[in-house]
């Protein structure tokens, strides 16, 4: 079975500062889905960013990119010039390329970002 | 689109008694997911509808937790007897596959059983 590790119960950061979350996973596929999801205090589940493991180039999303090492088994998220807005849980998922695979998640990393 | 739709927000009630949480996922996707979140186990996946069939229901805690999907655009949660230890943030999401392997979330429901 797939599981997805995140051994940083919480981080924290200076605004402007950059911040890297640590995410691993476990899988016998070759071929899947990577996802970091944001969990503001409202609650609401936001993607943040997805990779697809077949593409090496890692994704970017303006301030959010992602070191995925496929050997590795390592998908890390890293936030540059961090905002006050960017305080909030973290988590990494993971979904195979199957229609029936579900998408599992780590247990998130709370980021704090302090002025 | 509206997103995903869960109702009620909030739902507090008395141990012993059936819960229902409802969701309506965004139009058009085929895969429905409903979780569970507290703070001791963090995201559980309950169980996973594709195109209205339940494919996975192993995260469901034991049988007093039911789901259904009768049609494409309605699900629901059931807890019948409800107990404390329910308590705790449930999260519908759906997605479109294969196009969109991303899930999109609705708001939650809290629910407090005392």
């Known amino acids: 079975a797939q599981t997805v590790t995140q051994s940083q119960p919480e981080m924290s950061v200076q605004e402007a500062e950059t911040v890297t979350l640590s995410c691993t996973y476990d899988t016998s596929e070759s071929d899947y889905y990577l996802f970091w999801y944001k969990q503001p205090p409202s609650r609401q589940m936001i993607l943040v960013i997805r990779q697809e493991a077949y593409k090496q180039q890692n994704a970017t999303e303006n301030r959010f990119s992602v070191n995925f090492q496929k050997a590795a088994k390592s998908f890390s998220l890293k936030i540059s010039d961090s905002q006050l807005g960017d305080a909030a849980m973290y988590f990494c998922a993971y979904r195979g390329r199957y229609n029936t695979d579900k998408l599992i998640f780590g247990t998130g990393t709370r980021l704090q970002v302090f002025p | 689109d509206a997103g995903v739709i869960q109702s009620p927000r909030h739902e507090v009630t008395e141990m012993g008694q059936e819960v229902t949480l409802r969701c309506k996922p965004i139009s058009g996707h085929n895969s429905l997911f409903w979780y569970r979140q507290t703070m001791m186990r963090g995201l559980e996946l309950l169980i996973y509808?594709?195109?209205?069939?339940?494919?996975?229901d192993s995260g469901m805690p034991e049988d007093r937790f039911s789901a259904k999907m009768p049609n494409a655009s309605f699900s629901t949660l059931k807890i019948q007897p409800s107990e404390p230890r329910d308590s705790a943030v449930y999260f519908c999401?759906?997605?479109?596959?294969?196009?969109?392997?991303?899930?999109?979330f609705g708001q939650g429901t809290r629910l407090t059983v005392v």
């Open positions: 509808f594709n195109n209205n069939v339940p494919i996975d």
């Open positions: 999401a759906s997605s479109l596959v294969p196009r969109n392997t991303e899930a999109f």
